[in-house]
């Protein structure tokens, strides 16, 4: 085998926005979420390896974006210091709250009572309105 064969990325994502990603995340064995240096959000199918949803979810960088519910929801982080819970079918803002902070620590959200990260409502992490 090759070197350039064995180089060769199976997948490159790119930024539709086009200034970079930043932050990535799995939603499940088929959902890949991107958060970007120009503020968008996009969930890849990694299946047909296309952007399944893709919507501007802030003015600045993404720093973290966090899948919940299996990919039905998302959390982001973003430099503008916000943290906000979307709605990923409608790519809907659904709650949201001003840290005043821009650091790059990341946020996580874990289940209240335990089990998979990765099947958590919002609703058993967060405090919704």
């Known amino acids: ?5 064995r180089s060769t990325p199976a997948v490159i994502l790119r930024s539709r926005a086009g200034g970079g990603i930043y932050s990535l995340s799995f939603a499940s064995s088929g959902l890949l979420f991107s958060g970007g240096v120009e503020g968008e959000i996009t969930a ?10 893709s919507w501007a ?10 899948g919940m519910a299996r990919g039905a929801s998302c959390l982001s982080q973003s430099k503008d210091g916000l943290l906000q819970l979307w709605d990923v079918a409608t790519q809907k803002l659904c709650w949201e709250v001003v ?13 209240t009572a335990g089990g998979d990260p990765l099947d958590a409502d919002p609703s058993s992490c967060l405090t919704l309105p």
Do not use: G, N, Y
């Open 1 to 5: 085998m090759e070197a350039s064969e």
């Open 44 to 53: 890849w199918d990694l299946d047909d390896r296309r952007p399944a949803a």
């Open 57 to 66: 979810a802030a003015s600045f960088t993404v720093l973290s974006v966090q």
């Open 99 to 111: 840290t005043d902070s821009c650091s790059f620590a990341r946020c996580l959200a874990l289940p």
